[in-house]
């Protein structure tokens, strides 16, 4: 099992920036991919990026390239999620969520993820 905690998320003016942390316990060696999603109020979640546990290039959904980075410190068991030059649009909750399948790292099929973290609301005013 493996637990999965967000954090960082708050409120900021467009243009600002945030930087959201995914603290992951347990039995983290059994992960492969952790990624990142939102979900804003009356849509649908989307994937953001994601990031292959054992290295790799980072995925990343066409309207954050650019300006979100995702990484992480293995020795902290953390995945961040820079955002930079935020926008109104960026407006939701951020779910940071990690799979054990081994394959391609990406956010289209978020079934594949077994581990979901609370959330973190994130809120951009214009």
């Known amino acids: 099992q493996v637990q999965l905690v967000e954090s960082g998320g708050g409120s900021v003016q467009a243009g600002g920036s945030l930087r959201l942390s995914c603290a992951a316990a347990?039995?983290?060696?059994?992960?492969?991919?952790v990624a990142w999603f939102r979900q804003a109020p009356g849509s649908e979640r989307e994937g953001v990026a994601a990031?292959?546990?054992?290295?790799?290039?980072?995925y990343y959904a066409d309207s954050e390239k650019g300006r979100f980075t995702i990484s992480q410190d293995s020795a902290k068991n953390t995945v961040y999620l820079q955002m930079n030059s935020l926008k109104a649009m960026d407006t939701a909750m951020y779910y940071c969520?990690?799979?054990?399948?081994?394959?391609?790292?990406?956010?289209?099929?978020?079934?594949?993820?077994?581990?979901w973290g609370q959330g973190t609301q994130v809120t951009v005013s214009s």
């Open positions: 347990g039995d983290t060696d059994s992960l492969s991919c």
């Open positions: 990031l292959l546990t054992r290295g790799g290039i980072p």
């Open positions: 969520a990690a799979r054990t399948i081994a394959g391609a790292c990406g956010v289209q099929y978020p079934g594949l993820f077994r581990y």
